[in-house]
């Protein structure tokens, strides 16, 4: 595509735009996934096994190579807590072993292991692998080989943090942070130890496997990566031995409110009628530890449990001061359309003072009258199916849809040999089959346990302290947790311990609204706020901006987390995946891909105080791109210094691409989130590039019907057939999901166009409504220069075709050369004179009322565009002149302008 913009004659570009569409249409057809177990055998095809003495090598791809070593041949066949799949199709190899020397030679890698008849254990001077550049690298690798191009993975926690960590696994050597290189390397390799995980039992009666110790862990049993640059590849090899990533449910993009109080439930009905007044979105209802039993006064004076932690931190029964009907409190958010979780500490296991502990201590071979508590055995699998049945599930069953896991009593706890608390619990949360009989889909929240936790969502970060370093650290380590699958980090916006400004906590949140989970949260402390209309009411309408855009991406997101568990390329991921090759895509580490389409730089940083923008450098990727928020075209590859207002996302859509949404006011912003939309709104970022497609991914959002093929795929495709005519298009729904609607509307939003001299949808002419709610209808945003069309009822099982022809030929000059972001910069100058009366008076600047006015004038006559547009800038020039004759200006005030 980027090829494309480059064509210079008309009828070469249409060669490559017809080219490029066949090509997008054979790499976004629907996807499938196979019923549950077909990917989990771990056991390699015989074909791709080659066994020399105590030596055994397996070909699983091309560019994947397992190497074993084990006294008497005694490799290992069953699963691994990374590793459950080795059965894939046989890639095309050769070999040869003469005098001593075998060689395996496949289309990318080339091994050569120097047995000499007596298969020595693996050194440097008897075994080393070639990359044959197939993958732009090449190159060597040998046993001990420091691989100093790794691109890093992620860590278990950012608890304390408060600033960058170290994410070099060598250099960091704290076992407790289960620190993961990544599986991507600029050197083109990267090498899995798997040599002393845990294995899975395999139970033959299809019973929940559980984990036990290595038989020897003197044994070598390594994984190669040999991808070179194809980094993406890489990951989806890797989710094809280790299992994919998960897809949580459509809620979990949505809004989460979570803070560390002690809420009672008619605190939170009045938590929840606040968003509803401030037309705020929430999903997600966190309930912190406060839920259950506490015992403050007494920690606070230092005693502990029987189990030797902080008495009350561990609690499994309702604390009923708080509330004392939780099934009617539960109801009456599952009646809002809200989802519930709440935190738990297991580490007391179960005490005498909990409701169900006679229960408990009789399952566990206790006498009651002997008040000694239930120790949580991690270990122990009939232990553990006895905690989730007894004392979680007759919660769980009363209205909670997942928990929060929040282990905090360090990794040396004894579970078993190679596996750690943290995975553990990870894996009897999510994959214990009691909680999930009714096929509600998997669901947890906790920290990072090592390779292979991508397979089981959300993480949690952790307690990060609230400063801009730390924001600053989020993006960058974010994308990093992709190399390893790990695609659904949530961070506490905002941070956690102490209070941060209404300017961070405003970063923060639009930097949330771009990350995989949105979810706030803060120490118990009450100093610290996180509702969003407590604080200044300009920051509050600028926190409410981004939450409703976050709302409103919700399909967006939902395909992207369905690509990234078909493809293993996590939702947000760095921009080297793309340009691997291109430097500049390795120097801007707070800067990432979002989904396809759309890339993203937070700020992340403070203003200056004197101009009240916060500078920040932008690397454009190669390719036209369309800046979301200031309607400006940027050609790629180049490098901007930017300086952004407290309003401004530095968010880029590539030119063409299609943003599917939830329109406003089509779903309810408390709980909608999990809802199908009836109106599927569709962005389309017009370019003169003309071509962009898309496929819109729907699900029931909640079960694991989409397992057995039970889902929708759209193909949305926009075509602009010459500078005045757009078309997109709306394929038949290829559904083979029971529940999706037979009809629904459409809203098309065009940006970067003139307004419509004509429209029809399917032949049909679209009338005009001012306010765009007669259906159908159509109306011009003279804000960001988009044209609006809601559909009527359209078949999904037939093509919806929009059809404009625009009062003008598409003109960058004047439709994309940042007007959007000018008006809004007019916009703030005139606020802030406003405020400075009576040290000005309106007649001092009409200049700078009439720029700012210039969007509303042309959303009220549409007809208006082209001359208004041609005359904005002589308007805005005007405007910014007449502020430089004012002298009586604060000089906060003048530098903002002017900056």
């Known amino acids: 595509f980027i090829l494309c913009t480059t064509m210079s004659t ?43 003495g105590d030596a055994r090598f397996t070909v699983l791809t091309s560019r994947l190579l397992r190497m074993e070593h084990a006294a008497g041949a005694a490799f290992e066949d069953a699963a691994t807590l990374a590793i459950t799949n ?124 559980w984990m036990q110790p290595r038989a020897n862990t003197s044994n070598i049993d390594w994984y190669m990566f040999g991808h070179g640059q194809n980094y993406k590849l890489a990951l989806q090899e890797f989710t094809m031995i280790s299992g994919r990533i998960s897809l949580p449910p459509r809620y979990v993009f949505g809004i989460w409110w979570s803070r560390w109080w002690a809420y009672s439930d008619i605190e939170f009905m009045e938590l929840i009628s606040e968003y509803e007044i401030h037309d705020t979105p929430l999903d997600v209802l966190v309930t912190d530890m406060d839920w259950h ?25 309702w604390d009923d001061n708080l ?111 009691s909680q999930w009989a009714d096929e509600r889909r998997h669901m947890l929240l906790h920290r990072w346990g090592g390779l292979g936790n991508h397979r089981w969502n959300i993480g949690f970060s952790g307690d990060v302290v609230p400063v801009w370093p730390s924001l600053n650290f989020q993006p960058y380590f974010t994308a990093t947790a992709a190399n390893v699958g790990f695609s ?91 340009w691997a090759d291109v430097t500049e895509a390795y120097q801007f580490p707070t800067e990432y891909l979002f989904g396809d389409d759309i890339v993203v730089i937070p700020v992340t940083s403070a203003m200056n105080p004197n101009t009240s923008l916060a500078a920040t450098s932008v690397w454009i990727p190669p390719g036209s791109w369309i ?15 930017r300086q952004f207002a407290i309003d401004d996302i530095p968010v880029f859509v590539v030119a063409g691409g299609i943003i599917p949404q939830t329109p406003y006011g089509s779903v309810p912003l408390t709980g909608g989130s999990q809802v199908l939309p009836p109106v599927l709104g569709l962005q389309v970022f017009a370019s003169a590039q003309g071509y962009g497609t898309t496929n819109v991914y729907e699900d029931d959002g909640n079960s694991t019907g989409f397992l057995y093929d039970q889902q929708a ?11 005045s005519e757009v078309l997109v298009s709306v394929d038949p729904v290829n559904s083979t999901f029971a529940g999706f609607p037979a009809t629904r509307r459409y809203q098309f939003t065009v940006t970067g166009v003139y307004p419509p001299s004509n429209m029809t949808i399917n032949g049909q002419a679209i009338p005009y409504d001012f306010d765009g709610e007669a259906i159908p209808s159509w109306r011009y945003d003279g804000t960001t220069l988009s044209i609006v069309v809601l559909s009527q009822d359209m078949p999904t099982d037939q093509t919806t075709q929009l059809s404009i022809t625009t009062m003008a030929p598409l003109d960058p000059t004047l439709l994309q050369n940042g007007y959007t972001l000018q008006l809004r910069r007019a916009g ?25 006015g210039t969007g509303f004038r042309i959303t009220g006559n549409p007809a208006s565009a082209l001359s208004e547009l041609k005359n904005f800038p002589m308007t805005y020039a005007a405007a910014l002149k007449q502020v430089s004759t004012l002298s009586n200006l604060p000089p906060a005030v003048m530098s903002s302008a002017f900056a």
């Open 828 to 852: 703030t100058i005139k606020t802030l004179l406003d405020q400075s009366f009576p040290s000005v008076f309106q007649e001092d600047y009409e200049a700078v009322i009439d720029a700012a």
């Open 713 to 723: 795929w759209t193909t949305v495709t926009y075509q602009q057939q010459s500078p």
């Open 293 to 317: 039993i506490t015992f403050y006064k007494e920690d606070a004076e230092g005693k502990v449990d029987q189990a030797g932690q902080r008495m009350g931190w561990t609690g499994w029964t």
């Open 86 to 209: 080795r059965l894939l199709p046989v890639p095309a190899f050769t070999t040869s072993d003469t005098n001593g020397v075998f060689i395996l030679t496949t289309s990318a890698l080339e091994l050569t292991y120097k047995h000499g008849g007596a298969s020595p254990v693996f050194s440097p001077s008897n075994l080393v692998i070639s990359l044959k550049g197939q993958d732009g690298v090449t190159g060597t690798w040998q046993p001990n080989q420091t691989n100093t191009g790794n691109l890093f993975g992620t860590v278990r926690t950012l608890d304390s943090v408060s600033g960058p960590l170290n994410l070099n696994c060598t250099e960091l050597n704290n076992p407790e942070q289960h620190c993961t290189f990544g599986l991507v390397s600029t050197l083109g390799w990267a090498i899995v130890d798997d040599s002393a995980r845990a294995t899975f039992t395999q139970p033959s009666n299809g019973a929940w496997p």
């Open 488 to 578: 659904y980090w949530s961070h506490d916006i905002g941070g956690f311990g102490g209070a941060d400004t209404p300017e961070m906590y405003t970063r923060w949140v639009q930097w949330g609204a771009f990350a995989p989970i949105f979810k706030t949260h803060c120490t118990k402390s009450s100093t610290v706020e996180r509702r969003i209309w407590a604080y200044p009411l300009p920051n509050f309408y600028i926190m409410r901006d981004a939450m409703q855009l976050r709302h409103s991406m919700v399909p967006y997101l939902y395909t992207a987390a369905r690509n990234a568990h078909d493809t293993g390329t996590a939702m947000l991921h760095p921009l080297y995946y793309e």
């Open 627 to 641: 800046e979301w928020f200031s309607g400006k075209i940027w050609t790629g590859p180049q490098t901007l210094s």
């Open 10 to 52: 008309h009828l070469l570009f249409l060669v490559c735009v017809l080219l490029f569409g066949a090509l997008q249409h054979v790499h976004s057809l629907p996807r499938t996934h196979p019923a549950r177990g077909v990917e989990d055998d771990p056991v390699a095809a015989p074909g791709a096994v080659v066994v020399l």
């Open 323 to 433: 509330f004392p009907n939780p099934e009617e409190f539960l109801a009456y958010c599952k009646s809002k359309g809200l989802k519930n979780t709440l935190n738990i500490h297991p580490a007391s296991g179960v005490q005498p003072w909990e409701e169900r502990y006679p229960e408990m201590a009789v399952a566990s071979g206790i006498a009651p009258s002997s008040q000694k508590y239930v120790p949580l055995e991690l270990g122990n699998q009939t232990a553990m199916e006895l905690l989730y049945d007894i004392m979680l599930l007759p919660i769980q069953n009363q209205g909670i849809d997942f928990w929060w896991l929040d282990w905090q009593q360090g990794e040396e706890w004894p579970v078993m040999p190679g596996v750690n608390p943290t995975f553990m619990l990870n894996y009897v949360f999510f994959t214990y089959a």
